[in-house]
C-alpha cells in the first residue's frame, strides 16, 4: 500500500467521497480547506481517501473517510486512519471525528482507539436535504469521538527505527554527537521521550520505557567501516523531515532501506580522485610539478588495489601493509626510469593519501573534545594502527631497496 497527499483535483475522489458523505454541498464546505490522503494498493488504484482539518487549540477533525466498496474489510480504512494519526500527533494533541448514530460505524473507531466525546443532536435531520439511513438506523445525531494522538505510536517500532538510523549514520562515518541527536529527535517526533542513548564507535545501547515501569532495550553492535558521506546526508536530510512531522513510521523505515543502498561512486571517479588527491597534497607540501604527477599516477594504481581488497573482504592490516610496499616500489622505479630528476620523498609521502584514514582521525578528535573519550579512544587507536601499517609497509621496502648490493639500483 502506498500513502499519498491529494492537493491537486480534489473534485477526482468525489465518488469515494460521497460514500461517506452523501451529500455533495457539505463535502464542499471542508474539501479545499482540509487536507487530502489517499491509499493505493499495490496495482496503483485508489481504494480509500480521508480528509482532515485543523482546529483551533491543538486540535484537528477526520472529515471524512471512505474506502470503496469491494475492497471494505481489507484493511485499508484502518490503515489510512493510522497514517494520519501518526501525521497529525506531531502538530495536533487531539483528533476528532463525527459519524452518525451506527453501532457499526462507531465500532469502527472504537476499534481504532477512538473513545466518545460529545453529540450533536438534531444534525444529520437539520443538515441534509434526504434522511440518512446506515444499516437499517436512521441517522438522527452527530456523535463526536476522539482519540489522544500522542498515544498513538508504538515505543517499540520508534526506538527500533531510532535505532536503525544510528546504525546507519555511525556504520557510514557519523560522530556520535550526531548519532545521538538523530536517535533523540526521532524519538521526540513521536511522543516517546523517556529515552536513554549510550553510544560507542562500534556499537550503540539503547533503551526506552514503554509503561508500567516496564522498559524496552536493544544493543546494536556496527563493525569499524569506511565512510560513505552520501549516506550521512541521506540520513540526515530523512531525519529533518521526520521531526518536521513530514514523513511516518512505515514510510520512514523505508527510506532507511533505501537509503542503505546507495551505492558508492563509481570505481573509476574513486580512483581519479585518489589520484588527483596524491597530486595536490604533494603540490602542497613543496614537491614540483613532476613528482606531483607521479604522485598522480602512483595514487590511482594504489587506490585500484584499496579497492580490489575490499571486494574480496581482505584485513586492514594487509590491505595497508601491502599498500605501503606498493607505493614505495612504484615510487622508487619511477625514479629509475625517470627522464628527470625526481625527489623521492615528495613522492613517497603524497602517494600516501589515498591510505590514510584523515575522516577516523578527524572524528577521533572531535569525539575526545565532546567528552565521548572511549569511543575517540578507540577511533583514534584505529587510525593511529593505520598509520603503523603504512609505516611498516613502506619501511620494509625501502630497507631493502638500501640493502640490495648497497642500493644497486641506485
Known amino acids: 500500500m502506498r500513502i499519498h497527499q491529494i492537493t491537486e483535483n480534489k473534485k477526482a475522489f468525489l465518488d469515494l467521497l460521497l460514500l461517506a458523505d452523501p451529500q455533495e454541498d457539505m463535502i464542499e464546505k471542508y474539501l479545499d480547506a482540509g487536507d487530502m490522503f489517499a491509499l493505493y494498493d499495490e496495482e496503483g488504484e485508489v481504494q480509500s481517501v480521508c480528509v482532515v482539518t485543523m482546529n483551533k487549540a491543538g486540535s484537528c477533525e477526520l472529515k471524512n473517510i471512505a474506502t470503496r466498496e469491494k475492497a471494505q474489510g481489507r484493511g485499508y480504512g484502518k490503515a489510512l486512519l493510522h497514517y494520519v494519526c501518526e501525521k497529525y500527533s506531531f502538530q495536533c494533541s487531539t483528533m476528532y471525528v463525527g459519524t452518525g448514530n451506527s453501532k457499526k460505524t462507531i465500532g469502527f473507531y472504537e476499534h481504532c ?29 452527530m456523535v463526536y469521538l476522539k482519540k489522544d494522538l500522542a498515544k498513538e505510536s508504538d515505543p517499540k517500532r520508534v526506538m527500533d527505527l531510532a535505532l536503525e538510523a544510528g546504525r546507519i549514520l555511525l556504520k557510514n562515518g557519523g560522530e556520535i554527537f550526531r548519532v545521538e541527536e538523530t536517535i ?146 612504484l615510487g622508487l622505479v619511477a625514479l629509475q626510469i625517470s627522464p628527470v630528476p625526481l625527489q623521492r620523498d615528495g613522492i613517497i609521502i603524497a602517494s600516501i593519501m589515498p591510505l590514510v584514514p584523515g575522516m577516523g582521525f578527524v572524528n577521533a578528535i572531535r569525539d575526545i ?42
Open 113 to 141: 482507539g477512538f473513545t466518545p466525546s460529545h453529540i450533536v443532536p438534531g444534525f444529520f435531520t437539520e443538515n441534509y436535504r434526504e434522511e440518512i439511513y446506515e444499516d437499517g438506523v436512521l441517522l438522527t445525531d
Open 369 to 410: 573534545a565532546d567528552s565521548d573519550f572511549l569511543s575517540g579512544t578507540v577511533r583514534m587507536i584505529d587510525a593511529l594502527l593505520v598509520f603503523v601499517y603504512i609505516a611498516i609497509g613502506v619501511g620494509i621496502t625501502l630497507g631493502i631497496y638500501a640493502n640490495m648490493a648497497g642500493g644497486v639500483l641506485g
Open 184 to 329: 533523540q529527535h526521532i524519538c521526540k517526533r513521536f511522543h516517546v521521550n523517556d529515552v536513554d542513548t549510550f553510544t560507542m564507535s562500534h556499537a550503540i545501547i539503547i533503551s526506552v520505557k514503554i509503561g508500567d515501569g516496564d522498559s524496552y532495550t536493544k544493543v546494536k553492535h556496527i563493525p569499524l567501516s569506511a565512510a560513505h558521506l552520501g549516506i550521512v546526508a541521506e540520513v540526515n536530510d530523512l531525519s529533518r523531515e521526520i521531526a518536521a512531522g513530514m514523513v511516518g513510521l512505515d514510510e520512514a523505515f523505508e527510506r532507511l532501506a533505501e537509503i542503505e543502498k546507495i551505492p558508492p561512486k563509481r570505481s573509476y571517479f574513486q580512483v581519479l580522485s585518489a589520484g588527483i588527491g596524491s597530486g595536490c597534497f604533494g603540490y602542497l607540501l613543496g614537491a614540483g610539478v613532476p613528482e606531483s604527477f607521479v604522485a598522480f599516477l602512483i595514487g590511482c594504481i594504489l587506490y585500484i588495489w584499496v579497492l580490489t581488497a575490499k571486494k574480496h573482504h581482505m584485513s586492514k592490516i594487509l590491505v595497508n601493509i601491502t599498500g605501503g610496499v606498493l607505493l614505495t616500489t
